[in-house]
C-alpha cells in the first residue's frame, strides 16, 4: 500500500476494509494510527488533516485480497485523536499478532529493520518505509504523471514542493521526445504504416 498507493505508515496501519473500494478501484485515505505520550495509539485524520481518494491499481488489488484472505480484518477500538476522544472502531487490515493497533516502533525494530538486513539494504535513515512513497512518487512521473495529480494522490498541499523534491525523478525533454518518436516508429501509430511513407522514409 506504501509503495503502491503511496501512504503513509500510520496511514497503512489505519487501513480499513471500508476504505477500499475493489470495483471502484479507489482506497479512501481518511485516518492514520498516531502515537501520543508514553507510545499509546489513537485514531486521527490523514497528516494535514486532509481526507484523499487514490486510484487502486490492479496489482496491489490483488495482493490487498490476497493477503485479506490469509488474514481477516480485525476490529479495532482508538480514541479520536486525543487519549481522552470518542471510541472510534474501524476493521483494519493491517493488525499485530495479538490483533491490536501496529506501533510503528515495534513494527520499524521487528519487522522492518530485519527485512532490510535480510534483503542487504542498509538500515538508515534513508531506507525507512517512507522510501516506499518516494518509490511510488517516481513510478508515477516516470510514467507521465503530472506534479498537481501526484500531490494530490500523497497527500500534499503544496505541488511547488513536490516538484523541488521530485524534479530530479522526472522524465527529461529530451526522453520524452525520443519516446514519442518511437512509439510512432515502432509500429504503434497505424499512421506510419502508409506505403509512400516507407518509401520516402521520413
Not at 128 to 143: C, I, K, N, P, T
Amino acid at each position: 500500500m506504501a509503495a503502491g498507493c503511496g501512504l503513509r505508515q500510520g496511514e497503512v496501519f489505519g487501513l480499513a476494509v471500508e476504505d477500499v473500494d475493489f470495483l471502484g478501484g479507489v482506497v479512501h485515505v481518511v485516518r492514520q494510527v498516531k502515537l501520543l505520550q508514553r507510545h499509546r495509539p489513537v485514531f486521527a485524520p490523514p497528516k494535514g488533516g486532509k481526507e484523499r481518494d487514490v486510484p487502486l491499481p490492479e496489482s496491489v488489488a490483488f495482493a490487498l485480497a490476497g493477503h485479506l484472505k490469509r488474514h481477516p480484518a480485525t476490529e479495532v477500538t482508538l480514541p479520536w485523536k486525543t487519549l481522552d476522544g470518542p471510541p472510534v472502531t474501524a476493521s483494519l487490515i493491517f493488525t499485530g499478532s495479538m490483533g491490536m493497533a501496529l506501533d510503528r516502533n515495534r513494527f520499524n525494530d521487528r519487522v522492518w529493520r530485519p527485512a532490510l538486513r535480510a534483503a542487504g539494504v542498509e538500515t538508515g535513515r534513508d531506507n525507512g518505509m517512507h522510501a516506499l512513497r518516494h518509490f511510488y512518487a517516481s513510478v508515477l512521473l516516470d510514467a507521465g504523471e503530472s506534479i498537481k495529480a501526484l500531490s494530490e494522490y500523497l497527500g500534499h498541499h503544496d505541488p511547488g514542493f513536490k516538484l523541488r523534491t521530485y524534479t530530479h525523478l522526472m522524465p527529461s525533454s529530451e526522453t520524452r521526445t525520443r519516446a514519442a518518436v518511437d512509439r510512432v516508429f515502432q509500429g504503434d501509430d497505424p499512421a506510419d504504416d502508409g506505403p509512400e511513407t516507407a518509401q520516402e522514409g521520413f
